[in-house]
């Protein structure tokens, strides 16, 4: 079983719907959560963080987690054509000995026709 | 502020050849992490610099060799280069256990 795992997609949604990103993760003791978007060719760039169970909402991105059953998703509302991009999801395993675990998944692909 | 940055841009290197990279973290951050992430995979973990020491390594041999100086800006180091070191190479920067952020990579190609 992957540690981060996710739909690798392509996930396509007309411009104007809700896309829905979803993420599952191995490690019960993982603390944080990210989500990233890249473009082709580009670097992956911050765009979520969550930390405790539930709902966080930022402009048209909300971040939903839930750690008993190791999931958090990532919705998109009013998807727009530059939403098109890669979206990692991170998983953050805390800092101990001075170390930060970080695992990615392989990243789900979104496509949003116009 | 300024963010994460890289360099070089783009490097192509033949196989046999070492190549270095470099990261300056963003402003405040003390943690440097590096990634390699080949076309269509994520991000895969190479390893972690902090107080100017190797904290944890990624599943990669001993021909990835990287360093922490005391400004926190840090190299990574490939020797021997293969086909497969062909990829982009990112760096993230951090605070301890927090939000890491990635600088805009280096292309590697080896021919």
């Known amino acids: 079983q992957k540690e981060v795992e996710q739909n690798s997609g392509p996930l396509s949604v007309p411009e104007g719907a809700i896309a829905s990103l979803n993420c599952t993760y191995s490690d019960r003791v993982s603390q944080s959560f990210f989500w990233y978007r890249q473009y082709s060719g580009k670097s992956p760039e911050l765009i979520m963080s969550?930390?405790?169970?539930g709902d966080k909402e930022d402009g048209r991105f909300t971040a939903q987690l839930n750690k008993a059953s190791q999931y958090v998703s990532l919705l998109i509302r009013d998807s727009q054509p530059s939403d098109s991009a890669t979206y990692l999801c991170a998983v953050n395993g805390g800092w101990s000995g001075g170390y930060q675990k970080v695992t990615f998944g392989t990243g789900t692909k979104l496509q949003v026709i116009p | 502020d300024a963010g994460v940055t890289q360099s070089p841009t783009h490097l192509i290197k033949t196989r046999g050849q070492q190549v270095t990279l470099r990261c300056s973290p963003k402003?405040?951050?003390?943690?440097v992490s590096w990634y390699q992430q080949a076309l269509g995979q994520g991000p895969q973990f190479i390893f972690q610099?902090?107080?100017?020491?190797?904290?944890q390594r990624g599943n990669f041999p001993d021909r990835f060799s990287g360093h922490q100086f005391p400004n926190y800006s840090s190299e990574l180091n490939v020797n021997a280069l293969l086909l497969g070191d062909s990829a982009l190479y990112l760096c993230a920067s951090s605070l301890p256990g927090l939000e890491q952020f990635f600088g805009p990579g280096t292309r590697l190609t080896v021919l």
């Open positions: 610099y902090y107080e100017e020491e190797e904290r």
């Open positions: 969550i930390y405790s169970n």
């Open positions: 402003s405040g951050h003390d943690t």
